[in-house]
Every structure is written in C-alpha cells, then in structure tokens.
C-alpha cells in the first residue's frame, strides 16, 4: 500500500466545474506538496504547505493534518488545467529529504 | 539561463551502453534530488545531495551511479542498464536548512529508453 493515496485517479469535467482532488497519507509528515505534471513531463510545484490553506489564482490547497488529508480545489476550471496533479509529503523537517509521491490524478477538462 | 534544466531530453541506449546525465540548477540551491517516473508508477526517489554529499540512496542498483561534483551539477552515470530501467528521469532542487527545506523545483526530465 502506497504510504501517499490520490482519489479520484482519473477525472474529466467539463470547462468552468469546480474541481476536487483529494490526497490521503499515512505517515506523520513536515509539508505536503501538489505537483502538475503536463505532458512531456515537466513538473510545476504548485503548493508547498504543512496547515490551514493556501490559494493562488483558481487554485486552493487545504491541510488537515490531525486526518492526514489534503484536497486541492480548481475553480472555474478551464482546458488549460488539464494535466496530471500529484501529492507528495516529505517527513522530517530540516536538511534535504526527498519526496514521497502519489500516482497522481489525471484531470481532463473539455471545452 | 534560469531554473533546472536537464540533458539530454531525450536517449535511446542499448543495454551494453555506459551514457550520462546532466542535472544544472541555476537557483543557487543546496540541495540536488534524482527521481525515476516509470509508466503507471508514483515517482520515485532514488538519490539525494545536500552541499554535495550523498545523503539518500534509496535502494537503487548499482547500475545507477550519481556524482554531484559542485552544488550546480548533478549526474547520473548509466551502464548495463535493462529495458525495465527505461522511464522519466527527473531531476530537482531545493534550499535546504537545519530545520527547514523549502519547495523542490523539477526539471523538464530525461525520457530514458532502454533497447
């Protein structure tokens, strides 16, 4: 069982919808990132963040670390958006540290 | 130039080949991380680097040898690989601190095919 789980693994809305997806881990954890990954590869860090809430433009990030549960909310969804969205958490706090990482949700969004 | 970049983008080698990649950040990190995406899999960690010094090895074959001469470059040295070593490899960094590590950012990746 991987220690990051991502639901949905896939979702197509259509354009404008309001987005959710939900990222559950099982370790204790320092930070929590979402990633964007378009195709060809290339990874966007979105979010970095260890409580409570952080938004930028259409995008919201939520942690709950006493559930272990972040969700990761589009508004006003649009093609562009679509991409693969991936949860990552590191568990210690200081030095470096990789990243342990879901397997992703893949969002289409159609005109 | 600016941010992580990544060469080649792109490479195709037989399984008796000895090739290299190339990780360069321009952001004055600290930190340099290896990852391995393979098809239908979560990203992998494989090795870590802090002030050039492995601190990670995550159970990765030996086929794998990273080098990290100065905090800008980070490679990976590739000899006898097998086809199921073909995938995604990523490189990041970050600035890290005694008590805290700031948001890894990835480069574009080395799509890795092993004939």
């Known amino acids: 069982k991987n220690e990051v789980e991502q639901s949905p693994q896939n979702l197509t809305a259509q354009e404008g919808e309001f987005i959710t997806i939900n990222c559950s881990y099982s370790?204790?954890?320092?930070?929590l990132h979402w990633l964007q990954q378009h195709p060809g590869g290339g990874i966007v860090s979105l979010f970095m963040?260890?409580?409570g809430k952080k938004k930028h433009g259409r995008l919201i990030a939520t942690i709950n670390i006493q559930e272990k549960h972040s969700s990761l909310h589009i508004t006003a969804s649009h093609p562009r958006d679509s991409a693969v969205y991936i949860c990552?958490?590191?568990?210690?706090?200081?030095?470096?540290?990789?990243?342990?990482f879901g397997k992703g949700t893949h969002l289409i969004i159609q005109p | 130039e600016t941010g992580v970049t990544q060469t080649p983008r792109h490479l195709v080698m037989g399984m008796t080949n000895k090739k290299s990649l190339k990780c360069e950040q321009h952001?004055?990190?600290?930190?340099m991380y290896w990852y391995k995406q393979s098809a239908k899999k979560p990203l992998e960690l494989m090795f870590v680097?802090?002030?050039?010094?492995?601190?990670e090895n995550n159970s990765v074959p030996s086929r794998f040898s990273p080098e990290c001469p100065n905090s800008s470059h980070l490679f990976l040295h590739l000899h006898t690989l097998q086809p199921e070593d073909s995938a995604l490899y990523l490189c990041?960094?970050?600035?890290?601190?005694?008590?805290?590590?700031?948001?890894?950012?990835f480069g574009p990746g080395t799509r890795l095919l092993v004939l």
């Open positions: 963040l260890s409580s």
């Open positions: 990552a958490v590191r568990s210690t706090g200081g030095g470096a540290d990789g990243l342990t």
């Open positions: 952001l004055g990190h600290n930190a």
């Open positions: 680097y802090s002030l050039e010094e492995r601190v």
């Open positions: 370790v204790g954890i320092s930070a």
């Open positions: 990041a960094s970050s600035q890290v601190f005694r008590d805290y590590q700031e948001t890894q950012y």
